[in-house]
């Protein structure tokens, strides 16, 4: 059997009212920014408003974005910066 693929798997950042980062996965960018800004997106962000979509990374699977999101979570501010300027020069 032929396994479907949505093909519209994302891994997205935030950047917060703060200046922090929130690191996420979506299959609908606007409806998770729209959730995140009216307070029902995640714990994190619901003080941290507005947000505003840095960055988004689209996945043939959902593994592959949660495991994008997992391993952004886990790197420093600085190295997260970097993984941000990286993305915008297209490395």
Do not use: W
């Not at 093909?7 to 995140?36: P, Q, W």
């Not at 043939?60 to 970097?82: D, G, I, S």
């Amino acid at each position: 059997m032929e396994q479907k693929h949505n093909h519209n798997h994302l891994f997205y950042v935030l950047e917060c009212k703060d200046g922090s980062y929130y690191g996420g996965y979506t299959t609908d960018i606007n409806r998770r920014v729209a959730m995140h800004n009216s307070g029902k997106g995640a714990k994190y962000t619901r003080a941290r408003r507005p947000v505003r979509c840095i960055h988004h990374k689209k996945f043939e699977t959902k593994r592959e974005a949660m495991q994008a999101e997992y391993r952004f979570k886990q790197l420093t501010r600085p190295a997260k910066e970097r993984y941000l300027e990286q993305e915008e020069a297209g490395q």
